[in-house]
């Protein structure tokens, strides 16, 4: 039976007939908006106060408050409260036994959809018509599919309150409304089963044990991740970009732990990845599981990368690995031998000196197993370079120049291996790699230094620093630790000098330079 308004001294208002059902999938803060426009209010802040409701606990979602609404509206309470959220403070929420964060809604902007409002309301005066869905609030749902288009956000207010009111935010804005057009989108599997979840509740499946803001962003980003590749940024995309994301990335989750793990393992498969390094194969993937952001509700679904990385990537014992230590235990994550071709193979049995390659069983020579493509390029570029007699040093290499080598003051034009490893920011064994190789020259020398010990020509020394630069140097003139230059450097493909891994890591002076250049 329909109420009227209570007869309070001092309202302004009529005594018209409280005409406003509910709608199964409308909020309890949509339902008092339209209370208040069905009742001629100027705002639902202004109805509230005249007929003294509790405006407040209502938005916090208080038990309390909902009824005493479902007593005004003649509605079923608990049709009311299973629809609506509740605030438990410092961005957390909850819908009936579901959590969700402040990420997870669009709560100072409103979304509708514009063919709803045209179909519901024939005039703004008649806004109240229209009820808010509850699933309009969530950022992961961007389209409506009774009308198969996508949602438009309606234009910011300056003050929260405003924006809560939903029946005058389409007041306000009708025309505007009206005036846009209607963008074809399909509503995806991964939206509608959102939406069932809201509306009907969770089911039994691995996916629906996950809280529903970890489920929406969790689809978004792996679905990035499938789509863009390991270089994807999570920002800059459209929402159109993310509908297509979360759908993608909802086909993987919908079916499990056994399906992720399949889908991380593809990663590491695919072609032209180094697939050696858990958070450069999954990348934007890995970057937002370990934001510090998300709570202890993502752990179910990190448990599961965290394992997938320690069956099958070789981690160093004490790494963390989105927050737990890595045990060290070797996996089998090797990457199958490429066969060597062109100048490579011409040149295999200087790579196997070089510790580069390894001959196998059957006489083959294979790259070792951190060897890839892209340090042979940079091999074959060495060899020709030296055996071009050098080269000068390009215009772009100046961003960062080298400093001059003094003269040793024992040894004259000599200088140890410890003081050029000293100066040059590596370890001994890098130097004596160096040495045996070719790349600097070395010689036996007895004179001032001990018998039979190895030392380094100044002359050597001063063309090495002219076309090659250490990681600890550019380290000692950026002022940024080793660990996070070594990673900018990798992500950007900066060349390494082709040498075995456990030794200093040394790039081309003139490529330094040009990815400096750009930086800046």
């Known amino acids: 039976m329909a109420k009227s308004l209570p007869a309070i001294p001092g309202n302004t208002f009529p005594q018209l007939p409280l005409t406003v059902p509910h709608a199964a999938f409308e909020p309890a803060s949509s339902l008092l908006s339209r209370l208040a426009a069905r009742g001629g209010a100027s705002s639902m802040q202004r109805f509230c106060g005249d007929i003294a409701f509790p405006i407040d606990p209502l938005f916090r979602g208080e038990r309390v408050a909902i009824e005493q609404l479902a007593q005004l509206a003649g509605c079923d309470a608990a049709a009311l409260e299973w629809v609506s959220v509740r605030h438990l403070g410092k961005g957390h929420f909850r819908l009936r036994d579901e959590f969700a964060s402040l990420q997870s809604f669009q709560r100072l902007r409103v979304r509708v959809c514009p063919e709803c409002v045209r179909a519901e309301a024939p005039c703004a005066a008649e806004s109240w018509r229209v009820p808010r869905r509850l699933q309009w609030k969530f950022s992961s749902i961007r389209s409506c599919p009774e009308h198969g288009c996508m949602l438009v956000t309606l234009p910011p207010e300056k003050f929260s309150k405003d924006a809560r009111?939903?029946?005058?935010?389409?007041?306000?804005?009708?025309?505007?409304?009206?005036?846009?057009?209607?963008?074809?989108?399909?509503?995806?599997?991964?939206?509608?089963?959102?939406?069932?979840?809201?509306?009907k509740g969770r089911g039994d499946r691995w996916i629906d044990r996950l809280e529903l803001n970890v489920?929406?962003?969790?689809?978004?980003?792996?679905?990035?991740?499938?789509?863009?590749?390991?270089?994807?940024?999570?920002?800059?995309?459209?929402?159109?970009?993310?509908?297509?994301?979360?759908?993608?990335?909802?086909?993987?989750?919908?079916?499990?732990?056994?399906?992720?793990?399949?889908?991380?393992?593809a990663m590491a498969r695919e072609e032209?990845?180094?697939g050696r390094f858990?958070?450069?194969?999954?990348?934007?993937?890995?970057?937002?599981?370990?934001?510090?952001?998300?709570?202890?509700?993502?752990?179910?679904?990190?448990?599961v990368v965290r394992r997938h990385v320690f069956d099958h990537f070789s981690v160093r014992k004490g790494v963390l690995v989105l927050g737990v230590p890595s045990e060290g235990v070797a996996s089998p994550n090797v990457r199958e031998p490429f066969t060597l071709k062109g100048f490579a193979k011409r040149n295999a049995e200087?790579?196997?000196?070089?510790?580069?390659?390894?001959?196998?069983?059957?006489g083959t020579i294979v790259p070792q197993g951190f060897v890839t493509q892209r340090m042979l390029e940079s091999y074959e570029r060495e060899k020709k370079f030296f055996r071009a007699g050098g080269g000068a040093v390009g215009s772009a290499a100046a961003a960062i120049a080298p400093a001059p080598v003094g003269i040793d003051?024992?040894?004259?034009?000599?200088?140890?291996?410890?003081?050029?490893?000293?100066?040059?920011?590596v370890t001994v064994e890098t130097v004596g790699y160096?040495?045996?190789?070719?790349?600097?020259?070395?010689?036996?020398?007895?004179?001032?230094?001990?018998?039979?010990?190895?030392?380094?020509?100044?002359?050597?020394?001063?063309?090495?620093?002219?076309?090659?630069?250490?990681?600890?140097?550019?380290?000692?003139?950026?002022?940024?630790?080793?660990?996070?230059?070594?990673?900018?450097?990798?992500?950007a493909d900066v060349a390494l000098l082709a040498m075995p891994h456990d030794l200093s890591r040394i790039y081309w002076r003139e490529d330094m330079g040009v990815y400096l250049a750009t930086k800046r």
């Open 165 to 199: 009111d939903f029946s005058a935010q389409l007041r306000k804005h009708y025309g505007w409304i009206l005036d846009q057009p209607m963008i074809p989108a399909g509503h995806s599997p991964f939206e509608q089963y959102l939406t069932d979840r809201i509306l």
């Open 215 to 265: 489920v929406s962003r969790a689809c978004e980003v792996l679905g990035l991740r499938i789509a863009e590749g390991p270089d994807a940024s999570l920002a800059g995309h459209r929402e159109a970009d993310w509908m297509s994301f979360g759908a993608s990335g909802y086909y993987v989750l919908k079916d499990g732990p056994a399906a992720l793990s399949e889908c991380l393992g």
């Open 272 to 274: 032209g990845v180094d």
């Open 278 to 303: 858990f958070g450069r194969v999954f990348g934007a993937w890995a970057t937002w599981l370990k934001s510090r952001s998300l709570g202890d509700e993502f752990e179910p679904l990190r448990d």
């Open 350 to 362: 200087d790579l196997v000196n070089r510790g580069l390659a390894r001959r196998q069983a059957d």
């Open 409 to 425: 003051a024992a040894g004259g034009g000599h200088l140890s291996m410890s003081v050029v490893a000293r100066r040059l920011r």
């Open 434 to 491: 160096l040495v045996v190789h070719g790349l600097l020259c070395g010689m036996k020398n007895s004179e001032c230094y001990r018998r039979g010990a190895t030392v380094v020509t100044a002359e050597s020394m001063r063309g090495f620093r002219e076309n090659f630069i250490s990681l600890g140097e550019v380290s000692e003139v950026t002022k940024r630790p080793q660990g996070a230059l070594s990673m900018k450097f990798r992500n």
